[in-house]
């Protein structure tokens, strides 16, 4: 599992890359390898989350600006569901449904 997963990382998949980190510590606890990986792992998509979500919400602006209010807030809800911590993202998702963010709804 923890070579899968290393393979995984190298090739940009750290929502697999974090299953197998997963795994194998589940099997092993004392992993420190594995330990390390998931925390690299976690941190890295996080980066990648981050942008996406700024990128996101440039294009949910650029979307308000010229007045497709409907593409703006499907932007912005992607963004948030990056990032929802993206304030930008947020302030725009209040001011187009008059709701705080909640969080995506099942």
Known sequence: AYNAGMNAAREGD?????????????????????????????????????GNSQRLYRDALEAFLSGDRAKALELTTKALEFDSENQEARRMYERLTGNPWAGRQP
């Open 14 to 50: 750290y929502s697999r890359a974090e299953a197998q980190a997963r795994k194998a510590l589940k099997y092993r606890p004392e992993y420190a390898e594995a330990q390390t990986l998931l925390d690299q792992v976690r941190e890295e998509a996080k980066k990648v989350n981050t």
